[in-house]
């Protein structure tokens, strides 16, 4: 059967749009927030013209919002850092689009299950691969997350030196510091669903271990 036949049987189904699904608006899996990120750090027009820096303080600028989620951009002088924090019940996406940043992580899934439980936060019990989406795979998944975001279960401690373009993907409660530790500024950009409305600072500081990162892209 050759292929006009086949058309002829099937029907063209760009001829019949109500069968074709929309392109969605604004971003819903973790696919899509890390799309976003590298669609935004691939167009240095929305963000470049915006950056400035501040050696008082970390500088930063919310670019974008959508349901749900914000879109932050922030720039670093050399030795500027977070401490260490975890962002409360917000999943997120850090991009870096400049420079180079230092991140260090912990792992504190017994802890932060507990803390979640108490505040009556149910645990998925599912398990999948979200290689596409950046180090999320083999992790608990969590509500209040991106969809499909897990835990990450790992080291208790880790170091990673991120270059332009490199991203990490983090569920909600994921504690970590990130520091500007080279002699160049940096530019990063940060997607948090649901939107960023606390930082708890930890005092234990993570201890430096190397580790592999996300290819930068």
Same mark, same amino acid.
């Given at each position: 059967?050759?292929?006009?036949?086949?058309?002829?049987?099937?029907?063209?189904?760009?001829?019949?749009?109500?069968?074709?699904?929309?392109?969605?608006?604004?971003?819903?899996?973790?696919?899509?927030?890390?799309?976003?990120?590298?669609?935004?750090?691939?167009?240095?027009?929305?963000?470049?013209?915006?950056?400035?820096?501040?050696?008082?303080?970390?500088?930063?600028?919310?670019?974008?919002?959508?349901?749900?989620?914000?879109?932050?951009?922030?720039?670093?002088?050399?030795?500027?850092?977070?401490?260490?924090?975890?962002?409360?019940?917000?999943?997120?996406?850090?991009?870096?689009?400049?420079?180079?940043?230092?991140?260090?992580?912990?792992?504190?899934?017994?802890?932060?299950?507990?803390?979640?439980?108490?505040?009556?936060?149910?645990?998925?019990?599912?398990?999948?691969?979200?290689?596409?989406?950046?180090?999320?795979?083999?992790?608990?998944?969590?509500?209040?997350? /991106?969809?499909?975001?897990?835990?990450?279960?790992?080291?208790?401690?880790?170091?990673?030196?991120?270059?332009?373009?490199?991203?990490?993907? /983090?569920?909600?409660?994921?504690?970590?510091?990130?520091?500007?530790?080279?002699?160049?500024?940096?530019?990063?950009?940060?997607?948090?669903?649901?939107?960023?409305?606390?930082?708890?600072?930890?005092?234990?500081?993570?201890?430096?271990?190397?580790?592999?990162?996300?290819?930068?892209?």
């Amino acid at each position: 059967m050759n292929s006009d036949n086949d058309l002829q049987i099937a029907g063209d189904l760009l001829e019949v749009q109500h069968l074709l699904q929309p392109a969605r608006e604004h971003p819903v899996t973790v696919a899509e927030f890390v799309g976003l990120a590298r669609s935004i750090a691939a167009d240095r027009a929305q963000w470049a013209p915006l950056v400035q820096y501040d050696a008082t303080s970390r500088w930063y600028h919310r670019l974008r919002t959508g349901p749900g989620y914000e879109v932050w951009l922030l720039s670093w002088v050399p030795g500027q850092g977070t401490g260490t924090h975890d962002h409360g019940r917000s999943s997120g996406v850090l991009t870096v689009l400049a420079g180079e940043l230092t991140e260090r992580s912990e792992n504190n899934s017994e802890r932060l299950s507990k803390k979640h439980s108490a505040k009556g936060v149910e645990e998925g019990s599912g398990r999948h691969s979200a290689k596409s989406a950046g180090e999320t795979e083999g992790v608990e998944e969590r509500s209040g997350a /991106f969809p499909g975001v897990r835990l990450e279960d790992r080291p208790k401690s880790r170091s990673h030196v991120l270059a332009p373009g490199a991203q990490r993907v /983090f569920a909600p409660g994921y504690v970590h510091e990130v520091v500007n530790d080279s002699i160049e500024p940096a530019v990063s950009l940060h997607i948090y669903y649901p939107g960023l409305t606390e930082m708890p600072m930890h005092s234990a500081r993570c201890a430096p271990t190397a580790q592999d990162v996300l290819p930068a892209r």
